[in-house]
């Protein structure tokens, strides 16, 4: 799901005044916490939904098909669940970026 991560984070400015290391530190972390927020945090529908697409790489209507429901109903899956999953890695990216701040202010 790491192209799901890297689409998310694109699509904020959370990167725009990181050096280099500092975003290979970010996207690891993200890239650790996020399968934690996919079992816990979204419904199985969701889960499903985008294990099968971003995972796997099928397209919303070979997943509905899958699944047995509608291609719009998988795409509200992917949206919501993808909505869930960005706003708690926004608050797992600034709580890793401020520790990492405080831990280079020790050094």
Not at 18 to 42: F, R
Not at 74 to 103: D, F, L, P, R
Request: glycine fraction near 0%.
């Amino acid at each position: 799901m790491k192209s799901f991560i890297e689409e998310c984070v694109a699509d904020s400015d959370y990167f725009e005044n990181d050096d280099a290391d500092e975003q290979e530190i970010m996207k690891n972390a993200l890239t650790e916490v996020l399968p934690i927020i996919v079992k816990n945090e979204l419904t199985e529908k969701q889960s499903v939904c985008l294990r099968l697409f971003y995972v796997q790489r099928k397209s919303q209507t070979e997943i509905a098909r899958e699944l047995k429901i509608s291609q719009p109903t998988v795409s509200k899956h992917i949206a919501s669940g993808k909505a869930i999953a960005k706003k708690i890695m926004t608050y797992c990216y600034y709580s890793v970026k401020k520790t990492n701040e405080q831990w280079l202010n020790l050094q």
